[in-house]
């Protein structure tokens, strides 16, 4: 097995500049398909110059809110609790919920590990085990990261009710949901179900950190308290706003996202590499040689995500169209030079 100069990519995506120090000499420009953003943002306006030199109006956090509700389908924006990213709600959870044993449905998000790991969480490759049925608190993904499972929303309903009828909570991150909305479970009010969403995925834009815990009013006052009048940045508020109300560009995009994932599937076919899971921000591979070609690709200046715990697994963030081809030389170079 072939090792990775550049270990920070086995921790998560990203990184980029880890990568570059790593391979100095990799083909330029670099093309990052390490995470499952959407390669074509979101194309409306930042905050004004005015804006960044006043602090945030807590008004129009308020108004981000209640867009943001009706792009979930959550009646109640009250409900709704935005947050510089879903990476830093997960990790809040833990502070608010109390002592109780966890379960995470694995493989999961590394993020959900790192944020449970004092209670040394239980894992559990099913939700259906005995194990996650009867934690006190019960973590997954929908649809997964990394490997793209989806849990019906019909079952996951019927899972988060029973769950809190026994004084249990149900955490459902639902960061690719986006390009399968009828799997969201963020307009149901139960009691003990937190779902959380993520902005910087679908519409294109980590690098704004902006994201939602969706849960009963007493926990989101709490959130609201612990977080405070300005959670936000001036940019997040700003681009929120717009593209969370852009329900055309929302529409489109989920069509062109389809597009290029069949696209992509047909280039890594003719690759050799098996797809066996993923969404329409990404697919998890199966490839033999999976760290091998990751190096591989790193030399032609493509970066993906391998997997310590799954080595033969990688996984491919979507190309736009314009690199397509990029990509497609890029795996014929690698696997010759294997």
């Not at 639902?174 to 009691?191: G, Y």
């Not at 706003?241 to 599937?265: E, F, I, K």
């Not at 098996?274 to 200046?301: I, K, S, Y």
């Amino acid at each position: 097995m072939a090792s990775i100069p550049h270990l920070g990519a086995l921790r998560h995506g990203g990184r980029l500049r880890e990568a570059t120090a790593a391979y100095p000499d990799a083909r330029g420009p670099w093309l990052d398909l390490s995470t499952g953003i959407n390669p074509e943002p979101w194309p409306g306006a930042r905050a004004s110059a005015e804006a960044l030199r006043m602090l945030p109006d807590p008004a129009l956090l308020a108004e981000l809110e209640t867009v943001a509700a009706r792009a979930f389908g959550v009646a109640d924006p009250a409900r709704v609790v935005a947050v510089a990213g879903a990476d830093a709600a997960l990790r809040l959870l833990p502070l608010l919920l109390g002592e109780g044993d966890v379960a995470l449905a694995a493989p999961i998000y590394g993020g959900h590990v790192e944020a449970w790991a004092d209670r040394n969480p239980l894992m559990v490759t099913s939700v259906e085990d005995r194990r996650a049925v009867e934690a006190g608190i019960l973590v997954l993904v929908n649809p997964n990261n990394p490997d793209g499972r989806q849990i019906g929303r019909e079952a996951l309903s019927e899972l988060a009710e029973a769950r809190s009828a026994l004084g249990r909570w149900t955490i459902v991150d639902e960061a690719f949901v986006e390009t399968t909305p009828h799997l969201s479970v963020a307009d149901l009010e139960i009691e003990r179900l937190i779902v959380l969403r993520s902005f910087g995925k679908f519409y294109g834009l980590p690098g704004a950190r902006l994201g939602f815990i969706i849960c009963d009013k007493s926990l989101a006052r709490q959130f609201r308290a612990v977080l405070g009048d300005w959670p936000l940045c001036a940019d997040a508020l700003a681009l929120g706003l717009g593209a969370y109300a852009d329900a055309a560009w929302r529409a489109t995009t989920s069509a062109c996202l389809a597009a290029q994932t069949r696209n992509l599937d047909a280039v890594l076919s003719s690759a050799g590499l098996g797809v066996v899971g993923g969404c329409h921000l990404f697919r998890w591979v199966e490839a033999p040689d999976a760290h091998r070609l990751f190096v591989g690709l790193c030399r032609q200046g493509v970066l993906t995500r391998p997997f310590a715990e799954h080595p033969t697994r990688l996984r491919f963030g979507i190309p736009s169209r314009q690199n397509l081809d990029r990509l497609r030389e890029a795996l014929q170079a690698a696997r010759h030079a294997a």
